[in-house]
């Protein structure tokens, strides 16, 4: 017994004066801890300065019912219930029950508010008792943060957002995601907190050890107007076609910079939502949205011209068995390369492509190679997939004896919408081919931390005959009558563009779909804007070409944009006289003074400048339009008297 005494004193005093400061620590550690305060995020804005997503503080407000001496948890209970009763609608009485009850109970964390915003927040603090603060009247505050996107579900995925779970797995989709670590997220502060059981842990003082360090706000490219535009006229579409998912990108022409980017897909109960960044992360065949790359290609080389006579052969080839075939049942006949390209023959594409590159198919390869079509675009945001182009020189079983043929309409080559756009874009620019961009500056309050610049990924990606033809071509698809994108055609505004209907999961006739797209840009003269549409799977009973399901998309949104926008940014002198307006206007104003009573010839003049000449002269006369344009008939003769009242037909055309 004298031994295991010894023993137990030995004990004693090792763990007193040997180990004594190990187990402080321990025991200081389990009570006491620094907790992480996050730093709130910094704002994500428009370009034109609107808010799209911002960190808005969150409060719970908490109540050591033992903290406050007797005589002041008795002086001020009653006067701080009948001011929560007053914030909250609940009984003072009962309010000052829970109150009692929780001192009684020893609780030092009792739950006064949760989740409120910064000026309840401020008016609570001030409440009787709690604005003695934390060490005399219990008030206990914590901080939370809370993501909002003040534009909701519209470009919500796009906007982005950053995630950690439970296991510490990290979640970064679109613009928030991408620029979080480096600009958004700012440095975290810490607060010391106390251990009071229960796995409740209480401040141990009213304020933070480290403040936390707010992040930078982000400016991005995104037009708040254009984005709405693009959102409502796509899911409008997709509704009427009962599609899978689609996506439209809106990017302005000389700087790269993305006015508009939406991602829709559909949910079990048919409605649609930011599913996924399809525009960035969706790699797909492009079908004959391709054909401008094939004969791009062609023309730089040289092998094909658009007056070039290709034989459609009633609209079927065969290679190795394998047939392409035209959507116009027996073809085409013989037509010029420039048809084939507006009407968007498959077989005469296929033709002159195989008949230019059969015996050197790595010429073609290269010369897409040279327009950076392998090269992915690297964007910030992640989840963008390499380009795919089967190359006969690489052994990866993409190439076969019909590859060549395939790929010169779309099939064996992959690609996300926003790398197609960025080829159609580069002709639109004249050959410059820029990257596509996101962010136009970070800020901290209103200094410029970083500026986003444009930059240049190939200077010129054909040679400046090679794009005149190109950009000719896609003009032609929608002003030609025959050209597959007529229907989308206006008087109003010109557009130049390519459909393409692209056949999905063809290997099972069972599973099969298509996927419709338009891509092109707006004016076709001096282009502001380039734009695609893809919309993957429309129902095959409603339609499935890409002038009915995405084109709609393409001349919506174009159609608002310049109505919305005109595009009278480039005129840099009121002063400037045009020979032809000059003319035309001392045309009309000669007629006006020479024909006050008598009916001039008015055949050949802008209907609009008639019928001012008409209702200016000095006898009363009505006119009557038919048509619009430039009149081409009129129901009185030139030099005939007019009477008061005399009715005057004009047709326009």
Not at 122 to 133: A, E
Not at 201 to 223: C, F, H, M, Q, R
């Amino acid at each position: 017994m004298f031994i295991f005494g010894l023993a137990v004193v030995f004990k004693l005093l090792s763990i007193q004066f040997l180990q004594g400061d190990v187990y402080k620590a321990k025991a200081t550690e389990r009570v006491v801890k620094n907790v992480v305060i996050p730093a709130n995020r910094g704002n994500v804005y428009s370009v034109n300065g609107n808010l799209l997503a911002t960190s808005i503080p969150k409060y719970d407000i908490r109540f050591d019912a033992l903290t406050a001496k007797s005589k002041t948890f008795e002086k001020y209970v009653k006067p701080l219930c009948d001011s929560l009763s007053k914030y909250s609608g609940k009984s003072s009485n009962k309010l000052e029950n829970d109150i009692r009850r929780a001192r009684i109970n020893r609780n030092r964390y009792f739950l006064l508010a949760r989740n409120i915003g910064y000026s309840d927040y401020i008016r609570l603090r001030n409440f009787p008792l709690l604005n003695l603060g934390a060490f005399k009247g219990g008030l206990i505050v914590e901080q939370t943060t809370k993501r909002e996107h003040p534009m909701g579900g519209i470009a919500q995925r796009t906007i982005g957002y950053e995630r950690i779970d439970e296991k510490g797995n990290v979640t970064r989709p679109g613009i928030d995601g991408a620029f979080g670590v480096k600009y958004l997220r700012g440095v975290d502060g810490q607060r010391m907190k106390q251990q009071i059981g229960k796995g409740q842990w209480k401040p141990l003082s009213d304020a933070n050890e480290i403040e936390p360090k707010d992040g930078y706000d982000v400016y991005t490219t995104i037009d708040v107007n254009i984005q709405d535009i693009a959102h409502h006229a796509l899911l409008a579409q997709l509704e009427k076609y009962k599609a899978d998912h689609g996506c439209v990108v809106v990017m302005e022409t000389k700087t790269g910079e993305i006015r508009a980017i939406s991602n829709l897909g559909r949910n079990k109960n048919g409605h649609y939502y930011e599913r996924l960044n399809y525009a960035v992360g969706e790699s797909h065949e492009s079908g004959s949205t391709f054909k401008l790359m094939a004969l791009a290609a062609a023309f730089q080389d040289k092998v094909i011209d658009t007056s070039d006579v290709v034989d459609t052969e009633k609209g079927i080839l065969s290679f190795y068995g394998k047939k392409v075939r035209d959507s116009k049942h027996g073809g085409y006949g013989k037509i010029t390369v420039s048809k084939a390209f507006e009407v968007s023959s498959n077989t005469g594409i296929v033709k002159v492509i195989d008949q230019a590159y059969r015996k050197q198919p790595e010429k073609f390869v290269d010369r897409l190679y040279a327009m950076n079509l392998n090269d992915d675009l690297d964007l910030p945001i992640i989840g963008e997939p390499k380009p795919i182009i089967p190359d006969p020189r690489i052994k990866n079983g993409r190439w076969s004896g019909i590859a060549l043929q395939w790929m010169a309409y779309g099939y064996g080559v992959s690609f996300t919408p926003l790398q197609t756009l960025t080829f159609y874009n580069a002709v639109a620019n004249d050959g410059v081919m820029v990257k596509p961009r996101f962010l136009r500056e970070v800020k901290e309050f209103d200094k410029v931390i970083e500026p986003f610049e444009k930059q240049i990924i190939n200077k010129k990606i054909c040679s400046k005959e090679a794009i005149s033809k190109l950009q000719a071509l896609l003009k032609n698809v929608v002003e030609k009558k025959h050209g597959t994108g007529h229907r989308l055609y206006s008087e109003n505004f010109s557009m130049a563009g390519k459909t393409g209907t692209c056949q999905k999961d063809y290997r099972d006739k069972e599973k099969l779909n298509y996927i419709s797209s338009f891509a092109g840009y707006f004016p076709a003269e001096n282009p502001k804007y380039s734009c695609i549409v893809v919309i993957h799977e429309p129902d095959k009973g409603v339609g499935y070409y890409g002038a009915d399901v995405s084109g709609p998309v393409f001349k919506r949104v174009a159609q608002k944009i310049y109505t919305d926008t005109p595009l009278i940014d480039e005129i840099e002198s009121l002063e400037v006289k045009i020979g032809a307006i000059e003319n035309e206007y001392e045309s009309f104003y000669k007629t006006a003074q020479t024909y006050k009573t008598i009916m001039p010839n008015l055949i050949g003049m802008p209907a609009m400048d008639a019928i001012v000449l008409l209702e200016n002269m000095q006898v009363d006369v009505k006119v009557t339009l038919d048509g619009s344009g430039v009149v081409k008939a009129q129901s009185v003769n030139k030099n005939t008297k007019l009477k008061n009242n005399q009715t005057v037909v004009l047709k326009a055309s």
